[in-house]
């Protein structure tokens, strides 16, 4: 027993050290893995990729409960290696993902388990495919979103590690898949950590798990990796971008055609496999919420082609107004979390997203604040399509470690995997780069650090940030340093719930620091939908319904007040609200219950709306 206990007692030791090493740095592991070269961290990041054909797989996959990362071992029991048990073989298993039961992907893990509706930890994920890789062709796994960590193999090969839990990611799997059957083994750890993006604390569940779409991708030795396509600002008469295409000769013949606006242009890539675009923009239909107009754009690039949808406008700031295609405009807007409706859980299907913004537009609303993640690729499709615009935003949320670099970089990648993947949605207008982050110098120079790092990746759209305000119930300063840094200022306050009620709103005079355009990105109060009382009676829609009304008086009163996003469209899952009968469990913010029941202050929103009663374009 003795000599056993110690082979083992010396493996659980192994596992903790090889544990602690596993998310620190892959090359370590890789050492561990003679076959595979050291490991970069998912260095290819594909474009339009659902515009691609793809070998989707999505489905059910088998699943292992991690919570002390026993099957990252390295050791008799590495999970990574899905070994499977060969008929007469004695030998000492203790995993068998063939026979361990299955879970929905794209899904998070939650709410598809009763279990696991408060599980953090690490998750294994196995599943098998036939695949006939085609020759002079290269292979990637795309994984939509994968929360918070994970380590991805094929075949027992590590192809990439990624951290962030909601942004897509490329792992290469040319050399490691193969003809016939394959088993792919991904390891998902989404425990909350101090120096993560987000950090420990949010106001949202961490649901975890594989919870956006993933699929294999082959591509030609040489294939179009990015692009940027964009309306001139000056005269909205140019198209104007870049096409990269990666591996390819320099001289390749690019071309890229809107056959349905008979506009082309072609040119040669230089050495970096890079091509300046330059098309007449003659005759083209601009995009606008009112005309969503979206036009089928074909680039070519010696055996690769790609398509895209795309809408062209132009998206600026003059003073304190907000250009559209040149035109002032206001943003009537509503914040969403990435919660589906009815089921709850991580939003994953057409249908969630078409409920979710079918309700915006029912609302009267022009506009939608994702909070606070990069939403679902199909929610800014969905919305070129029905004219809604985007605020889209990392999870820089609250206290981040911001005096550290790691950190930053960790933001900044979320920042670029974020823009790479949506700088072709013409309803994305801004780019936010953190929500309610404590006004200190250290902070500060972080996110003016990350602004920066924006207008260089796309200068093409706006920055902007939800700050928090300063001032008492008479006066409230909207003067946050960070306003430097930003194109557009918004601002969360809760005057009418955690302070004041919804009469003391009307006596609150703004003093803003900036003249630069404003958008409220954030009022609201709480209402169990149902509950029924008077205008003064907290959680009853009555007092909801009045703190809108309250809200909407004061805010017109806000000249430069240019958008609004109350908080927020649906009531979501938190594992802070934990008021019996009212809160159990979810945020009843929403004007609709997250079972779809509109609240009263649903149409206060509806009426201020409809008939343009809220903000101004100038
Ligand atoms: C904050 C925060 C939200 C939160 C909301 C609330 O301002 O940005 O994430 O849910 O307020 O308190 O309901």
């Not at 260089?456 to 008479?474: C, F, I, N, S, W």
Request: charged share 25%; glycine share 8%.
């Amino acid at each position: 027993m003795s000599g056993k206990r110690t082979a083992s007692h010396l493996a659980a030791t192994l596992t903790a050290i090889i544990a602690f090493l596993v998310w620190a740095d892959p090359c370590t592991l890789s050492a561990q893995q003679p076959a595979a070269a050291a490991v970069p961290i998912a260095p290819t990041l594909l474009v339009a990729v659902d515009q691609r054909t793809a070998q989707s797989l999505n489905g059910d996959w088998h699943y292992i409960v991690d919570p002390y990362d026993n099957g990252i071992s390295g050791g008799r029991n590495d999970y990574s290696l899905d070994e499977e048990l060969r008929a007469g073989s004695n030998k000492l298993l203790e995993y068998d993902f063939a026979k361990s039961p299955t879970i929905k992907v794209p899904g998070d893990w939650n709410t598809q388990k009763e279990s696991l509706l408060y599980y953090e930890g690490g998750f294994w994920y196995e599943r098998h495919f036939q695949y006939q890789p085609q020759a002079r062709h290269r292979t990637f796994l795309h994984i939509g979103a994968a929360n918070y960590r994970s380590r991805v193999w094929m075949n027992g090969q590590l192809l990439c590690t990624h951290e962030g839990g909601f942004t897509q990611f490329d792992c290469e799997a040319t050399k490691a898949v193969k003809v016939g059957e394959n088993s792919v083994v991904i390891f998902v750890d989404s425990t909350r950590i101090a120096d993560g993006v987000p950090t420990l604390n949010t106001d949202w569940w961490n649901y975890g798990g594989l919870t956006r779409d993933i699929s294999l991708v082959t591509v030609p030795q040489s294939f179009i990796d990015d692009f940027e396509l964009h309306l001139d600002r000056a005269t909205r008469s140019r198209i104007e971008g870049y096409m990269h295409v990666e591996g390819a000769q320099a001289g390749t013949r690019v071309s890229v055609d809107l056959p349905e606006a008979k506009l082309h242009a072609d040119g040669v890539t230089d050495v970096a496999g890079r091509v300046a675009i330059n098309l007449s923009a003659q005759g083209l239909t601009l995009w606008s919420p009112d005309s969503p107009k979206l036009y089928r754009v074909v680039m070519k690039a010696g055996d690769d082609t790609l398509t895209d949808e795309m809408g062209f406008r132009t998206i600026e700031t003059s003073g304190s107004r907000i250009l559209l295609n040149g035109r002032p405009i206001v943003l009537h807007g509503i914040c969403i979390h990435s919660e589906a409706p009815y089921r709850t859980g991580r939003v994953n299907n057409d249908q969630d997203v078409t409920t979710l913004l079918g309700w915006v537009k029912d609302l009267g609303a022009n506009f939608v604040r994702l909070a606070h993640y990069p939403h679902d690729q199909r929610m800014t499709r969905l919305a070129d399509k029905m004219g809604i615009l985007v605020w889209s935003e990392v999870p820089v949320y609250w206290a981040v470690e911001f005096d550290r670099e790691d950190v930053y970089t960790k933001s900044q990648q979320q920042l670029h995997e974020e823009i790479r993947r949506d700088r072709d949605k013409a309803s994305v207008i801004l780019w936010s780069i953190a929500n309610e982050t404590p006004n200190n110098p250290t902070r500060t120079a972080f996110l003016t650090r990350s602004a920066a790092f924006v207008h260089q990746e796309d200068p093409t759209r706006l920055v902007t940030a939800a700050l928090l305000v300063r001032g008492d119930l008479k006066t409230k300063y909207i003067d946050d340093p960070l306003g430097n840094a930003l194109d557009v200022i918004g601002f969360n306050e809760y005057v009418g719930w955690y302070e004041g009620t919804p009469e003391s709103v009307d006596t609150v005079e703004w003093k803003v620091a900036y003249d630069k355009p404003l958008i409220n990105s954030e009022f609201g109060g709480e209402a169990k939908a149902g509950l029924h009382g008077t205008v003064d009676q907290r959680w009853t829609e009555e007092y909801q319904a009045e703190l809108y009304r309250h809200q909407i008086g004061m805010l017109n009163k806000i000249p430069q007040l240019r958008g609004v996003t109350p908080w927020i469209l649906m009531d979501f899952r938190s594992p802070v609200r934990n008021l019996p009968g009212i809160q159990d469990g979810y945020n009843r913010k929403g004007l609709v219950s997250d079972q779809g029941q509109k609240k009263a202050a649903y149409f206060i929103l509806q009426k201020a709306y409809k008939e343009n009663g809220l903000g101004q374009a100038e």
